[in-house]
């Protein structure tokens, strides 16, 4: 069975321009459908520093101790 929808001459026309239109990299904007793009970013953004100063504190500490 076939389960595509048929597209009129128009919408194919207008699909084909949306498509073959290149992204523009220097001014993104996120789609409508996405709302969640549209937030700025909330979580653990901040972990990655805390981790990166902890081992370096670990491994000083590991050859101070060690000498």
Known sequence: MDTRTSQS???ELEHLKEVSQPEDFKHPEP???QPE???PA???HWVLPIVV?????AGVAFV???A
């Open 9 to 11: 001459s128009e919408e």
């Open 31 to 33: 789609d409508a459908s």
């Open 37 to 39: 793009a549209l937030e």
């Open 42 to 44: 909330h979580g653990l």
């Open 53 to 57: 100063v902890l081992v370096l504190v």
């Open 64 to 66: 101070l101790l060690k």
